[in-house]
């Protein structure tokens, strides 16, 4: 059975730092996409950034890019959302996403989501 477990969320104020994390079991992180989403309020989710097997480079939303990095840790089979320099902007739920369920060709199969955790950005 796959499950994808986020934490880390919470309230910082705008400026301010989180650190997410994505723990996967029943699942190989380090051999299949893994993903961040993210849903506002009234939003669609949104994609936020992706990791891929095989050290191709990370992807990321233009609005996070130069602010949120994504990386995993192979050994504790979790996938990180480092974020910094946050805005009242990335206030979401986020979700973890795993195989099929990132957006890119290059990830197939089954698609595996998290339950979402939340980050509350006040100014």
């Known amino acids: 059975q796959v499950q994808l477990v986020e934490s880390g969320g919470g309230s910082v104020q705008a400026g301010g730092s989180l650190r997410l994390s994505c723990a996967a079991s029943?699942?190989?992180?380090?051999?299949?996409?893994m993903g961040w989403f993210r849903q506002a309020p009234g939003e669609a989710r949104e994609a936020v950034a992706a990791?891929?097997?095989?050290?191709?480079?990370?992807v990321y939303v233009d609005s996070v890019k130069g602010r949120f990095t994504i990386s995993q840790d192979n050994a504790k089979n979790t996938v990180y959302l480092q974020m910094n320099s946050l805005k009242s902007d990335d206030t979401a739920m986020y979700y973890c996403?795993?195989?099929?369920?990132?957006?890119?060709?290059?990830?197939?199969?089954?698609?595996?989501w998290g339950q979402g955790t939340q980050v509350t950005v006040t100014s």
């Open positions: 996403a795993a195989g099929g369920a990132v957006p890119s060709s290059r990830c197939r199969g089954a698609g595996y």
């Open positions: 029943g699942y190989s992180a380090r051999s299949n996409c």
């Open positions: 990791i891929y097997p095989g050290g191709i480079s990370p």
